[in-house]
């Protein structure tokens, strides 16, 4: 049995979840909050199995919530948000894991984050350790190789 | 600043979705008693009986690595085949299961094990024998009281070469329950 460097993810998460909340709101308000909490602790998650040791947690979580938040102003300041790509009818959420089962792996996971679990291209990005446009491409090639499928 | 149940739901989720995790896990009732259910890419993992969270989130960690998550939908399928064991329509259950954790002897008797037919039993000694070591008897209790998978890995159907029921890591009682639950309390003398 392993030595364990940091306390399994759930007890960190459960431990920082309220404040990392709460420095989010404090910084982007109620609304966007939500989404920068998703991208938070995906990215921390992400990071999570090669962290050496569990001195200040609280501080690393943070810091990567700040960059979250920073991010996102900056892209609210430099772009209006992207059209959503027009999917014709969103398949219902349940049948979508199914729906897309074998569609390449990281592909199926921008989809199925997208269209199941509403997470924005940035969390989704943060998931996939990948950028947010190409979280978005992943999602959108994912869909046309789908709509293809159903035809 | 508390995390509402859905903002909370929707990242567990996310994250099995995204396959970020090394193990997912859930709590589920039953009518032997609140089980934890855990599994990693490779399959069910773990079930244990009066669980403590805490400690379970430990030991998972430590045998398949820290990104340790409860979330509901890894462990549905595993959910749904024990709630239709309970109600008695289905004697085989289908699920991968992930032993890497065991050691090779272990895990051969736990695959062995694994093909004991639903309302049968069979004999540790049994068990020994066809693993081709035939002193091996004590070991395969040892191997059984160890069971990461009980129910899955029907751990319940050995018992003594006389009958007896002779021990169960879940308590002697819910071993009783499981062979009654199969009908196959009629072949033990009790």
């Known amino acids: 049995m392993a030595f364990l460097s940091v306390p399994p993810f759930e ?3 459960e431990q920082h979840r309220d404040a990392v909340l709460g420095e989010l709101r404090r910084l982007l308000g109620r609304e966007r909050a939500e989404d920068a909490y998703q991208e938070t602790f995906l990215k921390a998650l ?28 900056r892209r609210r300041e430099a ?9 014709d009818s969103r398949p219902a959420y349940a049948e979508l894991g199914e729906l897309a089962d074998d569609l390449p792996r990281k592909e199926r996971a921008a989809v199925v984050l997208r269209y199941g ?24 090639s994912g869909v046309r190789r789908l709509r293809r499928r159903m035809q | 600043m508390t995390v509402s149940p859905a903002l909370d739901n929707r990242f567990r989720e996310a994250a099995a979705a995204a396959g970020l995790l090394d193990v997912a896990y859930d709590l589920t009732d039953s009518p032997i008693g609140t089980l934890l259910l855990a599994t990693t890419d490779r399959g069910l993992c ?8 805490d400690r379970e989130a430990e030991w998972l960690a430590r045998t398949f690595g820290v990104r340790v998550l409860r979330a509901t939908k890894p462990v549905e399928p595993v959910r749904r085949q024990l709630n239709e064991y309970f109600e008695a329509t289905r004697t085989l259950f289908e699920l991968p299961v992930d ?15 694994a093909r004991v037919p639903h309302g049968e039993t069979t004999t540790y000694g049994a068990l020994a024998r066809a693993a081709g070591r035939p002193q091996a ?25 006389n009958g007896s029921l002779v021990g169960y890591a879940g308590g002697l009682e819910r071993k009783e329950q499981l062979l009654k639950l199969e009908g196959a ?5 009790l």
């Open chain 1, 11 to 13: 007890s960190f998460y």
């Open chain 1, 46 to 73: 992400r990071a999570y199995g090669s962290l050496r040791n569990a001195d200040n947690l609280r501080a690393w979580v943070m810091t990567i919530a700040r960059r979250v938040a920073v991010d996102q102003l």
């Open chain 1, 79 to 87: 772009s209006p948000p992207d059209p959503e790509p027009a999917v």
């Open chain 1, 117 to 140: 679990y509403d997470l924005s291209y940035a969390a989704i990005g943060a998931a996939l350790g990948s950028s947010e446009d190409a979280a978005r491409q992943a999602a959108s």
């Open chain 2, 46 to 53: 773990r079930i244990s009986f009066d669980p403590q969270p």
């Open chain 2, 99 to 113: 032993l890497r954790q065991s050691a090779p002897f272990s895990r051969e008797i736990l695959e062995r094990l």
């Open chain 2, 137 to 161: 008897a004590r070991a395969v209790g040892t191997v059984m009281n160890r069971n990461p998978i009980p129910i899955v890995l029907p751990c319940h159907r050995v018992v003594g070469a």
């Open chain 2, 185 to 189: 309390l009629d072949n033990t003398l």
